[in-house]
């Protein structure tokens, strides 16, 4: 009886390692981002090691459909140009399924990019095999990375989702301006406020 509940459990903890082993976990502030190389809508591939001379990065989860998502399109597209200049790379990156979310699919991002002018690249996630490496949940999500792709801060833009003119604290920005005077930004964590990243079923 020993012999065969020694048996059970054994087996047990291979099937249990077998399917999990492989699943991915949410990155946490301190961790490193692994690279990726996503098409954008340009047809262009673009990776973090494209950007020798990045300071850090700017990774934006985010996409056509979502409410909360296109009220912060013109604050990221703003973003993107204001700290190229000082060298932080915005990516954004669509996670959704096309087929779960016909609004996001491929050549919906293109319309919408030259729609709105955007000044980053777009790329999507295809295969939705990024996102759940970052542990991004909502749309938008945030997570600043430095010139070494080790994460920083994690969370939503500011906290104001339906007026940049009300926005009182500016949590990515300052975020920023903590790696650029050497300190740990506070608070390095808040919570993304968006739509939930539509799967295939």
């Given at each position: 009886?020993?012999?065969?509940?020694a048996?059970?459990?054994?087996v047990?903890?291979?099937?249990?390692?077998?399917?999990?082993?492989?699943?991915?976990?949410?990155?946490?502030?301190?961790d490193?981002?692994?690279?990726?190389?996503?098409?954008?809508?340009?047809?262009?591939?673009?990776?973090?090691s494209?950007?020798?001379?990045?300071?850090?990065?700017?990774?934006?989860?985010?996409?056509?459909?979502?409410?909360?998502?296109?009220?912060?399109?013109?604050?990221?597209?703003?973003?993107?140009?204001?700290?190229?200049?000082?060298?932080?790379?915005?990516?954004?990156?669509?996670?959704?399924?096309?087929?779960a979310?016909?609004?996001?699919?491929?050549?919906?991002?293109?319309?919408?990019?030259?729609?709105?002018?955007?000044?980053?690249?777009?790329?999507?996630?295809?295969?939705?095999?990024?996102?759940?490496?970052?542990?991004?949940?909502?749309?938008?999500?945030?997570?600043?990375?430095?010139?070494?792709?080790?994460?920083?801060?994690?969370?939503?833009?500011?906290?104001?989702?339906?007026?940049?003119?009300?926005?009182?604290?500016?949590?990515?920005?300052n975020?920023?301006?903590?790696?650029?005077?050497?300190?740990?930004?506070?608070?390095?964590?808040?919570?993304?406020?968006?739509?939930?990243?539509?799967?295939?079923?």
């Amino acid at each position: 009886m020993k012999i065969l509940s020694a048996l059970l459990l054994f087996v047990s903890v291979i099937f249990t390692t077998a399917f999990t082993s492989n699943v991915p976990t949410a990155y946490k502030i301190g961790d490193t981002a692994t690279d990726f190389k996503l098409k954008s809508v340009d047809g262009k591939m673009y990776s973090m090691s494209d950007y020798k001379s990045a300071k850090g990065f700017i990774v934006v989860f985010t996409c056509n459909h979502c409410p909360f998502a296109k009220k912060y399109e013109d604050r990221i597209n703003d973003l993107a140009k204001k700290y190229k200049s000082k060298g932080y790379i915005l990516l954004a990156i669509n996670p959704n399924d096309p087929v779960a979310e016909p609004a996001d699919s491929f050549d919906m991002m293109k319309v919408r990019a030259k729609e709105k002018g955007f000044a980053f690249p777009y790329l999507l996630d295809e295969g939705q095999k990024i996102f759940p490496q970052y542990g991004a949940t909502k749309t938008p999500h945030v997570f600043l990375l430095d010139k070494n792709r080790i994460v920083k801060y994690i969370g939503a833009i500011d906290d104001n989702v339906d007026s940049a003119a009300d926005v009182k604290e500016k949590y990515l920005e300052n975020a920023i301006a903590a790696l650029e005077s050497g300190k740990t930004p506070s608070p390095e964590t808040t919570k993304a406020i968006g739509c939930s990243i539509k799967v295939k079923k």
